[in-house]
C-alpha cells in the first residue's frame, strides 16, 4: 500500500491535478493508471481502505466481459490494452485460474486478494499517480460550465482539490450528481436488484447438483411462506475448495439506513433454511460476507449518447467506438429473477466514447457502472472486463484533453480537439 504520510503531503503542498478520478473501482483503478502513466499528474480518491470496489467488496469470482461469446474457445481478449495487462498479472499470482465456459458466455475466475494485490502494486509504480484512499468526496465546484474543485474528506479534515478534468468512477455516478449533471435513476422496484453474499464453510460431500438444489428449496420455502418471495432468487454457487461456497442473496426495496443489516439478517435467515433442508450443508457456517450491500444499478448519468438495448443486441458499432462488450444483456429483475438476452454469437457491440462524455460538463467524464446508457444495455455494459476498459479509455481521454489544453494556451491551437 502506498504510505499514507506521502499522500498527506502531497495533498498541504499542491492540490491541482491534471486529471482527478473518483472512485477506485475496477474502472476507477484503470483510468487513473492509464492518465499518470501519459504524464498527467493525477489523483485517485477511493472511499474505502482498499482499492477493487464492488470486484473486492463484492465476494464476486469470476470477471465478466472479457472475451468474444461463441462457440469458439477465446484465444484472446475483446479489448486490447488494460485489461491484457490485469489478467497478465492475475495469471502470474493464480496460474491456475483459466477462462472458463459458462453457459454461452466465457468468464474468468478470480481471486479478490489478487485483483488487490495487483492494483496497489500497478498504482505504486506510478510517479504520476498519488492514491488518497478512505478519502470521500463530499462536494463539487463549478465556474460555469466546468468543474473547478473538487471538496474531499479525510480523516476528518476538508481540502479542496483543483482538478483540470474529472473522471467519475464512484459507481452511483456521485460526482456528477454533485456537479448538476442530469441522469436516470429508476424507482427502487424497477432497479435491477443489489445483493448480499456470504462465504459458507464446512460444507460436507459437496455435489454437483447443490446449485440446483439451493434453488429447488428456495423456491418451495417461497410458496410454502416460509421465506419472504424475492429470497428466491438467491444462488448458490462452489467455492474452489470441496468444503466452500457463496450465497448470494439478491434483495430490492430495502431502506438505506439499514439495509446492510436487513440483507445480512436476510442472508442469515436463508443459509439457516437450508441448512434443515439440505444434508450437505448442515455443518456449514458463515465465515464471512461482503462488506455491504452492492448494487447493479445506480444512477446512469446523461452523456452526449445514450447506448441502448438494440446497440446492444444489434451489434451496432460506431464511428467513436472505443470499448466492445459481447456480455448479454443481463437484468436482475425483483419479480422475474434473472432474464438474459445475448448478443449475437460471435459478434461485439461497441460503447461509443460520447457515452462517457458528460452532456453539458466538458471537463467531466463518467466510466464503469454509471456511464451513458438505458437500463437495458448497462445490464451488459457494468461486467468488470467491460468497466475496466471504459475507465481505461476515459482516463485517455481525459489526459490527452488536460495535454491539449496546456498546448493551446501556448498558441498551438491546432493541437486543440473537441475532446
Ligand atoms: C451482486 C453483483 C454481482 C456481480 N457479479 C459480477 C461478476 O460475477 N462478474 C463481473 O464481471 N461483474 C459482476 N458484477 C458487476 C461489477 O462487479 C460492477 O458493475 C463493477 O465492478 C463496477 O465497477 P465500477 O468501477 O464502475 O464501480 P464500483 O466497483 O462500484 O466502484 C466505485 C468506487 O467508488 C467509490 N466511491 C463511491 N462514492 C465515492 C465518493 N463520494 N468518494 C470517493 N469514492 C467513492 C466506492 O467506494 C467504490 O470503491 C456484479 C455486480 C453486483 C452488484
Not at 499470482?93 to 488487490?116: A, C, E, H, N, W
Not at 446449485?211 to 418451495?220: E, G, P, Q, T
Amino acid at each position: 500500500m502506498q504510505d499514507l504520510m506521502t499522500e498527506e503531503k502531497t495533498l498541504d503542498q499542491n492540490n491541482s491535478f491534471g486529471v482527478v478520478v473518483v472512485g477506485g473501482g475496477v474502472s476507477g483503478t484503470a483510468a487513473a493508471l492509464v492518465s499518470a502513466r501519459s504524464g498527467v499528474r493525477t489523483l485517485l480518491i477511493e472511499r474505502d481502505t482498499y482499492l477493487g470496489g464492488i470486484g473486492y467488496t463484492g465476494l464476486l469470482q469470476h470477471i465478466c466481459g472479457l472475451y468474444p461469446n461463441g462457440e469458439t474457445f477465446p484465444t484472446g481478449t475483446l479489448n486490447q490494452g488494460i485489461v491484457q495487462e490485469i489478467i497478465a498479472h492475475l495469471a502470474k499470482l493464480s496460474p491456475q485460474k483459466t477462462i472458463k465456459k459458462m453457459g454461452l458466455v466465457y468468464v474468468l475466475p478470480y481471486f479478490r486478494r489478487d485483483l488487490l494485490s495487483v492494483f496497489d502494486s500497478l498504482c505504486g509504480n506510478e510517479r504520476d499517480l498519488t492514491v488518497l484512499r478512505a478519502t470521500t468526496v463530499l462536494s463539487v465546484e463549478k465556474a460555469n460550465t466546468e468543474i473547478t474543485g473538487l471538496v474531499i474528506n479525510r480523516s476528518h479534515t476538508a481540502y479542496k482539490i483543483f482538478p483540470r478534468v474529472v473522471i467519475d468512477c464512484s459507481g452511483d455516478g456521485v460526482v456528477s450528481e454533485m456537479a448538476g449533471a442530469s441522469f436516470e435513476l429508476l424507482p427502487q422496484e424497477q432497479l435491477q436488484m443489489s445483493a448480499c453474499t456470504v462465504h459458507l464453510k464446512g460444507i460436507q460431500d459437496r455435489d454437483e447438483l447443490l446449485a440446483i438444489k439451493v434453488s429447488y428449496y428456495l423456491s418451495d420455502g417461497v410458496r410454502k411462506h416460509i421465506l419472504p418471495p424475492l429470497l428466491r432468487f438467491s444462488t448458490f454457487t462452489p467455492g474452489d475448495s470441496p468444503d466452500e461456497g457463496y450465497l448470494k442473496v439478491n434483495v430490492s426495496g430495502l431502506q438505506s439506513k439499514d439495509r446492510d443489516k436487513k440483507a445480512f439478517e436476510y442472508a442469515s435467515a436463508v443459509h439457516h433454511y437450508l441448512s434443515n433442508m439440505i444434508p450437505v450443508l448442515k455443518g456449514s457456517y458463515l465465515a464471512g460476507s461482503s462488506m455491504r450491500v452492492v448494487d447493479r444499478e445506480g444512477r446512469r448519468v446523461l452523456g452526449e449518447y445514450i447506448l441502448t438495448d438494440d446497440d446492444v443486441i444489434h451489434a451496432r458499432k460506431f464511428d467513436d467506438g472505443i470499448a466492445k462488450g459481447a456480455w448479454p444483456i443481463e437484468l436482475w429483475d425483483m419479480h422475474k429473477g434473472p432474464v438474459y438476452r445475448y448478443v449475437r454469437s460471435g459478434d461485439y457491440y461497441e460503447i461509443p466514447l460520447r457515452s462517457l462524455k458528460v452532456k453539458g460538463i466538458p471537463n467531466l467524464f463518467v466510466a464503469g457502472r454509471c456511464i451513458s446508457a438505458s437500463h437495458e444495455a448497462l445490464g451488459s455494459t457494468r461486467v468488470m472486463g467491460t468497466c475496466m476498459t471504459l475507465g481505461e479509455q476515459a482516463g485517455i481521454a481525459a489526459s490527452f484533453r488536460v495535454r491539449n489544453s496546456m498546448y493551446s494556451r501556448y498558441g498551438n491551437e491546432s493541437l486543440h480537439t473537441s475532446l
